[in-house]
């Protein structure tokens, strides 16, 4: 059984810090591309960054580029979001997700689509406070 399970979301400050953690199992992240969405009140969901461990390519979106860093632990079977000098419009529920769509896709086209995920979480809150 495939499973995603995002943790460290929580109440910040602007400017402070987060390290979110996406634990899988049930399947090998280094054959997969594992994504970060964020869905913010009344808002789509907007896809954030993504990694593809077996290449060693990433992807930001422009709005986080410089203030997120995504990697992965093979061991672990996780993928980490550390974000600094958060922002109110930063407030999201953010879900992490698996993708056969390397992270060059996602560079060629500038983005990350909902649809070229197959399994999801259940989302972790980051609330930025102003």
């Known amino acids: 059984e495939v499973q995603l399970v995002e943790s460290g979301g929580g109440l910040v400050q602007a400017g402070g810090s987060l390290r979110l953690s996406c634990l899988l199992s049930?399947?090998?992240?280094?054959?997969?591309?594992i994504g970060w969405f964020r869905q913010a009140p009344g808002k789509g969901r907007e896809g954030v960054s993504c990694i593809t461990t077996s290449y060693g390519t990433t992807w930001y979106a422009d709005s986080v580029r410089g203030r997120l860093t995504i990697s992965s632990d093979s061991a672990k079977n996780a993928v980490f979001l550390q974000m600094i000098s958060l922002e109110p419009a930063d407030t999201a529920v953010y879900y992490c997700?698996?993708?056969?769509?390397?992270?060059?896709?996602?560079?060629?086209?500038?983005?990350?689509?909902?649809?070229?995920?197959?399994?999801w979480g259940q989302g972790t809150q980051v609330t930025v406070s102003s």
């Open positions: 997700a698996i993708s056969r769509v390397t992270s060059s896709t996602a560079q060629e086209f500038n983005t990350m689509l909902p649809t070229w995920y197959e399994f």
């Open positions: 049930g399947f090998t992240i280094d054959r997969y591309t």
